[in-house]
Each structure stands twice: as structure tokens, then as C-alpha cells.
């Protein structure tokens, strides 16, 4: 079992930054690649970024190309997203994800745990 709990969101102007923090228990944080996804208000959530299991290989969608980056530290169960040149339109509640099989990254179905999430809201 694995528990995650996102922080380090909040109201923040347009081209500004922030990070994002996913802190997981349990002691299997290492054999799980990670994945960020977010959900707008009205919208499906969608996947933003993931990264495997050793942090050697790192996947974006293409509207966070650039400007977010995804890392993680195994030594503290802690996977990271930087938000650079933050848009009105990254305003989403954006969760961390867990997932075991280590492919597949952007479909949700395949992570087995999830966070509760943290809002960003990115203004004009």
C-alpha cells in the first residue's frame, strides 16, 4: 500500500512558478514510476508528466513541454513538478500517481495509487 500526499500549490500569476511536492509512505516508493495529472474545472483530468522508477527517463505532455519538469528523490520517497512560465490555463487540480507496471504513463488506469490533490491557479 502506498499513500501519497501532494503540497506546494497555490494562486500564483501568469508567468510566474511553482513546485509541486507528492510525498508517498511505505517503503516500495522506488519500485513505482510516478506520474502528475491534472483536472480543470469542466474537464476530463489529463496526464501532465511522469518519470520511472530510477528518475532515468521523464515523459510530457505536449502543453507542459519546456516549461514543467518532473524529478524525484527516492531517498525521501518525494517526487517533484516545477512549474515554469505558469499560463491562465494550467489552472487544474493537479494529483500525483503511483504506477507499478513502469509503462504507460498516460493512461490513467494503469497507476494503482493516487493522491487527493492540490489546487494551482494560475491568474491573468
Known amino acids: 500500500q502506498v499513500q501519497l500526499v501532494e503540497s506546494g500549490g497555490g494562486l500564483v500569476q501568469a508567468g510566474g512558478s511553482l513546485r509541486l511536492s507528492c510525498a508517498a509512505s511505505?517503503?516500495?516508493?522506488?519500485?513505482?514510476?510516478m506520474g502528475w495529472f491534472r483536472q480543470a474545472p469542466g474537464k476530463e483530468r489529463e496526464f501532465v508528466a511522469a518519470?520511472?522508477?530510477?528518475?532515468?527517463?521523464?515523459y510530457y505532455a505536449d502543453s507542459v513541454k519546456g516549461r514543467f519538469t518532473i524529478s524525484r528523490d527516492n531517498a525521501k520517497n518525494t517526487v517533484y513538478l516545477q512549474m515554469n512560465s505558469l499560463k491562465p490555463e494550467d489552472t487544474a487540480v493537479y494529483y500525483c500517481?503511483?504506477?507499478?507496471?513502469?509503462?504507460?504513463?498516460?493512461?490513467?488506469?494503469?497507476?494503482?495509487?493516487w493522491g487527493q490533490g492540490t489546487q494551482v491557479t494560475v491568474s491573468s
Open positions: 518519470i520511472s522508477w530510477s528518475g532515468g527517463s521523464t
Open positions: 500517481a503511483a504506477n507499478l507496471i513502469g509503462r504507460y504513463f498516460q493512461l490513467q488506469y494503469r497507476y494503482d495509487y
Open positions: 511505505g517503503r516500495t516508493f522506488s519500485s513505482y514510476a
